[in-house]
């Protein structure tokens, strides 16, 4: 490894805007399985091995729609079977089909308490520490109802939705207790896509009445135990942006790249929150060339670094296999490189 990882403490400054390192924080292993690079599997370990990843992962064992581990059958948010369509998309998928199994779901509720939730414990190291689960709120709402459903959820049965995501929350304050107590983690980091590439999926007003206070609540509990948050939300979410800082949210990913205008983003907010920026996946990372790549690094330093910190890289989503090999190479050292020199320059201006 080129550079040692920052520690804990070091991280928790860059977040809080209290201290920048010698670097930009770097956090591209989450997002990049060497196994998507085929033949080259062994060649990207070695790479991702080589250079710094600033916070471990540990990921949490969430309840599925209706499939429980064999060690707990009622681990699982529906209590009564339910088949998966075979010629439906994922997002079409329907297992709850109207809301008056609503009460029957909330009275069979997976209990947050179950033994296994985690798999995995983390390494016992200085490293920042997170723990993470895929699908908040809106997520959970349609990985039930299927996602033409969830979208007329909010007007059609407003009642049954705030009963629901009350329940989840609920559950999740649960889980972050336990990710405290039991794993000694310094964030929680889920996700909520609620926007698309060219808009946000839903109105301020239904962004205000049906996720701001539920998301209020999980982020007042993580910081009543000394823990940062961390979200995940794809697509056009500026509209909200102002909301989540105002509640107290930590660090936001990825800002997706062609979704919003990244130098307004960061002139607006950079000083008030946390960006884990993403880098592209869609369009630079399979089309463009190892240079195209450093070039587009540079331009996410310039654009989101701050000299006291309040900014981290990573990918934007999960590296598939149209990645070279050559571009990831491309993509972690010059991360390493030009976050370096880009730190030094604050530092010679103080």
Known sequence: MKNAPFTAAQMRQVIEGKQAGDRIPMIYNF????????????????????????????????????????????YKFLYKTASFSLSAGLDAQVFLEDWSDLDDIIAHFPNPDYVNLFPHKGINDSRYKIAHWWYCFFERLWSLRGMENALTDFYLYPDEVHKFFDKLCDFYMRIIERCKSELLVDAIFTSDDIGTQNAPFFSEEIFVEFFKPYYKKIIEKAHSL??????????NIELYLPHFIEIGLDVIHPIQKYTM???????????????????????????????????????????????NGRFMLTCGNGLTEDCPIDSLKALLDESLSYGKQKMMSYHEKR
Request: with cysteine; hydrophobic share 35%; glycine share 6%.
């Open 226 to 235: 000394g823990m940062h948050f961390w979200l995940h939300t794809c697509g």
């Open 261 to 307: 205008e990244e130098k307004k983003i960061a002139e607006l907010y950079g000083d008030q929150i946390c960006i884990w920026a993403g880098f592209d996946v869609q369009r630079i990372i399979p089309f463009g060339t190892p240079e195209d790549v450093r070039a587009e690094v540079r331009h996410m330093i310039d654009t989101y670094a701050r000299k």
């Open 31 to 74: 997002w990049s399985s060497p196994s998507v690079f085929g033949e080259n599997k062994e060649k990207a370990q070695q790479l991702l091995n080589e250079y710094p990843c600033d916070a471990q992962i540990i990921s949490i064992r969430m309840p599925d729609i209706n499939q429980a581990p064999d060690d707990d059958p009622d």
